[in-house]
């Protein structure tokens, strides 16, 4: 009998937990411990910030998902966790492990730009449940006094799916409430041009982001560098000054405190490096997955930028560390996997959206293409972004990973999950 110990009850770790109940047999026990004893759909925050839905619609109560499924959960903050002796300290409590996944996510490098954040700086972020409530109560002052908008990432920011449909939405909004004529917006972005997403752009990717800021007059500065954020206004690296009333900027993410803490698991950012399995280089008992993990930009940009590592990429490690966890404890005989870290990403603009489809995310490093990218706009995006919120939230109330109907729709993309590790290798 074996312990398998998840940290992180977000998108990557909540499904990780179910496709691992799924595959052992119950004398193995699975634990799911959380700081939060809710589940947030995050990319939805953006709409909690402008109204558009309340967080509630977004969120789960994990422990009775759980109790239901044979998984046992703990709500606390993981602060100590040691690889030689298997043990993590969870609200003053040891517990052992034989595996541990690794799924808590990003904490913000809020520090990194004097006056960036909600709590100790000027600007708003969408990026935690706490900080898109903090970005509503805000928005909801700046309807009654509106005036310039600036919505920004700073560099070492990773998050770009956000950056735009935050920018997007609030033109959406504020043409809503008629406030538009009031409201100039800006948006300013470390990228090398807009588009670029932080996987060196696809497709047409550029062009269609230049045209959605230009239809809608929006002004854009790329390539640029947010060096201090006052009050009401931020200043760049070349010194022009952005007025503003409002803003929204994207922070670079990091690993969580306590990991960065451990010798040897981490790099200087947090984030805990894997091999092709999700497991780590030097604890062979330590797994991890999503935003958790470090993902190397592979291009060397002007202003630095990260990858960003998106919902499907999350749920394919997941999908990839439960498989091969329950290969090495003999339960299934086949072959370790690898995800495969393709994506389909959607981002909502209100009267219409972008889809991206990146397979895979990175393009070959020696030839610089991709087997297929496809960037295309219509509102009929927003409707399908809505009803994936809507299908991932049931999924996870009826306790499934990602259901075969599911795996095969993404096949009629040319998508998959995982793959086994020789073929990548291969490739
Ligand atoms: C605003 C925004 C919009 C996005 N939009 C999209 C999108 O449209 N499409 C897309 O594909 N991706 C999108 N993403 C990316 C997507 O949200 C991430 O890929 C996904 O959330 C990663 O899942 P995760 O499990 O790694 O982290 P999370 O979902 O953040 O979960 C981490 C969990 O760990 C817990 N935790 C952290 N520290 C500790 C600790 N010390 N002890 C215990 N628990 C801890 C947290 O409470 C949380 O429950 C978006 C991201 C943001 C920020």
Not at 272 to 282: A, D, F, G, S
Request: hydrophobic share 45%; with cysteine; charged share 20%.
């Amino acid at each position: 009998m074996v312990h398998v110990v998840l940290l992180g009850a977000g998108i990557g770790g909540l499904p990780t937990a179910y496709e691992l109940r799924h595959l052992l047999p119950k004398s193995h026990r699975i634990t799911l411990i959380s700081d939060n004893p809710k589940f947030t759909f995050i990319p939805s925050l953006p709409w909690v910030a402008f109204d558009l839905t309340p967080l509630e619609n977004i969120q789960l109560d994990i422990e009775n998902l759980l109790l239901r499924k044979g998984i046992n959960w703990i709500e606390g903050k993981v602060t100590a966790l040691d690889p030689h002796t298997q043990t993590l300290k969870v609200a003053g409590k040891r517990i052992n492990y034989d595996y541990v996944v690794i799924a808590t996510g990003a904490s913000l490098a809020l520090n990194v730009v004097p006056g960036l954040g909600p709590e100790e700086g000027y600007t708003q972020s969408v990026c935690n449940p706490h900080h898109a409530l903090l970005a509503r109560e805000a928005w909801r002052k700046f309807l009654e006094n509106p005036g310039p908008l600036v919505v920004g990432a700073v560099p070492g920011a990773s998050c770009f799916g956000p950056l735009y449909e935050f920018t997007m939405l609030a033109d959406y909004v504020l043409r809503t409430e008629g406030l538009r004529h009031q409201v100039p917006i800006t948006l300013v972005t470390p990228e090398p041009y807009a588009g670029h997403l932080g996987i060196g752009g696809m497709t047409n990717s550029a062009e269609l982001v230049s045209q959605l800021l230009e239809e809608r007059d929006i002004k854009l500065i790329e390539n640029a560098e947010i060096a201090e954020i006052f009050p009401e206004k931020m200043t760049l690296a070349d010194g022009r000054i952005l007025p503003f009333q409002y803003s929204m900027v994207v922070p670079p993410f990091q690993g969580v405190a306590f990991l960065r803490s451990v010798k040897g698991l981490t790099d200087e950012k947090g984030f805990v490096p894997i091999l092709p399995t999700c497991q780590h280089p030097n604890f062979p008992s330590i797994y991890s997955l999503g935003v958790a993990v470090q993902l190397t930009q592979p291009e060397q940009t002007p202003i630095p930028i990260g990858v960003p590592k998106t919902g499907q990429m999350t749920e394919a490690m997941g999908m990839a560390v439960a498989h091969n966890i329950a290969r090495e404890l003999g339960v299934i005989e086949a072959a370790p996997v690898t995800p495969t870290l393709e994506a389909i990403c959607m981002a909502d603009f209100g009267a219409t959206g972008l889809i991206f489809i990146a397979a895979p995310v990175l393009p070959d490093p020696i030839t610089g293409k991709r087997r297929s990218s496809v960037a295309k706009r219509g509102r009929w995006v927003s409707w399908i972004k809505i009803a994936f919120e809507k299908f991932f939230l049931i999924k996870m109330r009826l306790g499934m990973s990602v259901p075969w109907f599911e795996r095969w729709g993404l096949r009629v993309f040319g998508l998959s999950l995982v793959e086994p590790i020789p073929n990548r290798i291969k490739n």
